[in-house]
Structure formats: C-alpha cells, structure tokens
C-alpha cells in the first residue's frame, strides 16, 4: 500500500511563506490527478489547489496569486509552495494522488499563520 508522507508544515507570521512536501513511500504510475486540501477547526475540508496529469492548475479563489501546486514526476513528490500567508490560512493540509481507481490521503500536516 502507498503512503503519502507530508512534511513542510509549521509557525509562520503573516506575510510568510512555506512549502509543503507530499512525498509517496514507492512510485506511483498512471497518476491522474494531484490535489492539496486543507481543513480549519470547525469547518468543512476545502481543495486549495489541484492539477490533473498534463493539464493546468487550478486555485481556490483565496490563494490565488499566492499557491503553487507542483509536482516532481522523478521523485513522486507533491509540492505546495504558499506565499503571503495570512492568518485564515491556519489549518491543516493535506495532499491527495488519484491514480486510476486508487486514491491517497497524506496524514495531514499543520500549518499555523500567526497576526
């Protein structure tokens, strides 16, 4: 069974950046989609960004401008760059593969923007 492990997440001041990792335990072939969401205390999970295999990607309208969701094909690695980060960006991140019939969730990791 693959594992996503994420990793990047932490404190930050408002105004700063950082960048999420999602790597897979082995390789993942025939990737269809790659996704990060995010879920903040008391509110429903939210996609913050995606892109399919081959195609653009596409943003939540709050973090356009701001997120980048890419992809290192070599390593099976999901990334997520976030700059200008704000307070209402606190939350827990989470990064999804769809591959086929198959899909993977990372644990989650937590990301705090401090005022």
């Known amino acids: 069974q693959v594992q996503l492990v994420e990793s990047g997440g932490g404190l930050v001041q408002a105004g700063g950046s950082l960048r999420l990792s999602c790597a897979a335990s082995?390789?993942?072939?025939?990737?269809?989609?790659i996704g990060w969401y995010r879920q903040a205390p008391g509110k429903q999970r939210e996609l913050v960004a995606s892109?399919?295999?081959?195609?653009?990607?596409d943003y939540v309208g709050s973090v356009k401008g701001r997120f980048t969701i890419s992809r290192d094909n070599a390593k099976t690695t999901v990334y997520l760059q976030m700059n200008s980060l704000q307070p209402e960006d606190t939350a827990v991140y989470y990064c999804n593969v769809v591959a086929g019939w198959a899909t993977f969730w990372g644990q989650g990791t937590q990301v705090t923007v401090s005022s």
């Open positions: 082995r390789r993942i072939i025939g990737i269809d989609y």
């Open positions: 892109m399919p295999s081959g195609g653009s990607p």
